[in-house]
């Protein structure tokens, strides 16, 4: 099983990112993927999550410029940021939910000021 991100790098505050996540490998039905961040000495947060039918979850903090997507068919799940603030910078991971929990490796988002 590999869940891959990417998309991630160095934006500066105001500007936008989209992240990809594909996961390969995974015989069993997906119910559900997501997008978590951890940013140093934070503990790891749901940024945005999305079901198999596509019902949505959004940290409050995001909501309204941040936008969760996925591809069934693909396997895969992207995540649109626009108006990026300082306090998005994190290490971004993808969460691929079916009968167990898979994560990806992680990519960087730095917003700079």
């Known amino acids: 099983v590999h869940v891959v991100e990417s998309g991630g790098g160095l934006v500066e505050a105001g500007g936008s990112l989209r992240l990809s996540c594909a996961a390969s490998?995974?015989?069993?039905?997906?119910?559900?993927m997501g997008w978590y961040r951890q940013a140093p000495g934070n503990e790891r947060e749901l940024v945005a999550g999305i079901t198999s039918v596509g019902r949505t979850k959004y940290l409050d903090s995001v909501e309204g410029r941040f936008t969760i997507s996925r591809d069934n068919a693909k396997n895969a799940v992207y995540l649109q940021m626009n108006s990026l603030k300082p306090e998005d910078t994190a290490v971004y991971y993808c969460?691929?939910?079916?009968?167990?929990?898979?994560w990806g490796q992680g990519t960087q988002v730095t917003v700079s000021s």
């Open positions: 969460k691929v939910v079916t009968y167990r929990d898979y």
């Open positions: 490998g995974i015989i069993s039905s997906i119910s559900a």
